[in-house]
T-cell receptor, first 117, second 114 residues
Framework: AQKVTQAQTEISVVEKEDVTLDCVYETRDTTYYLFWYKQPPSGELVFLIRRNSFDEQNEISGRYSWNFQKSTSSFNFTITASQVVDSAVYFC??????????????FGKGTTLSVSS | KAGVTQTPRYLIKTRGQQVTLSCSPISGHRSVSWYQQTPGQGLQFLFEYFSETQRNKGNFPGRFSGRQFSNSRSEMNVSTLELGDSALYLCASEAGARSGTEAFFGQGTRLTVV
């Protein structure tokens, strides 16, 4: 069965600290996609990053970076030099490439990040 | 380019009533998915429509239904409302037919059942 686990429910940091959000996933498929979305208080989910199962290269995009390790089924997300505007709920999500799965996203329970000044 | 529009933003209904929520996807997007978000269960997939056909359905009772029109706009309907249906209902649209593309979400409809 497919599952996404975000063990951290809430994280509080002070501005300029680095913060890593953990995500562990389960799937039987060999082809799948992993995502991170951010949900600010306004409610809409905002796409941050995507990775497919065949690309374990870790990258940095501005203040965001991610660490994808298939061996441990983890897809962690790091914000460097956090800012107050980063305060939001962050969701890790999985989608499988099977045709029957369509575009359905399986979400973790989310991690609430609070950044104080 | 206009984003995903969901109407209404807020709704209060009484137990036993039915409700219809609307979602207008980004122009040109043919895939529309619906999600329910509650504090207890988190974000859960309801169903997905592509070219007016339901392609995938989550684990929800038959009281939850949806449809998609030829212009890709989608509606979801919940009949015989229960208190537990109180939630934020999010709609997402995607350009492609396959997984792996970026989903664009609306701001949601906050449904309160009293």
């Amino acid at each position: 069965a497919q599952k996404v686990t975000q063990a951290q429910t809430e994280i509080s940091v002070v501005e300029k600290e680095d913060v890593t959000l953990d995500c562990v996933y389960e799937t039987r498929d060999t082809t799948y996609y992993l995502f991170w979305y951010k949900q600010p208080p306004s409610g809409e989910l905002v796409f941050l990053i995507r990775r497919n199962s065949f690309d374990e290269q870790n990258e940095i995009s501005g203040r965001y970076s991610w660490n994808f390790q298939k061996s441990t089924s983890s897809f962690n997300f790091t914000i460097t030099a956090s800012q107050v505007v980063d305060s939001a709920v962050y969701f890790c999500a999985l989608s499988e490439a099977r045709i029957q799965a369509g575009t359905a996203l399986i979400f973790g329970k989310g991690t609430t990040l609070s950044v104080s000044s | 380019k206009a984003g995903v529009t969901q109407t209404p933003r807020y709704l209060i209904k009484t137990r036993g009533q039915q409700v219809t929520l609307s979602c207008s996807p980004i122009s040109g997007h043919r895939s529309v998915s619906w999600y329910q978000q509650t504090p207890g269960q988190g974000l859960q997939f309801l169903f997905e429509y592509f070219s007016e056909t339901q392609r995938n359905k989550g684990n929800f009772p038959g009281r939850f239904s949806g449809r998609q029109f030829s212009n890709s706009r989608s509606e979801m309907n919940v009949s015989t409302l229960e208190l537990g249906d109180s939630a934020l209902y999010l709609c997402a649209s995607e350009a492609g037919a396959r997984s792996g593309t970026e989903a664009f979400f609306g701001q949601g409809t906050r449904l309160t059942v009293v």
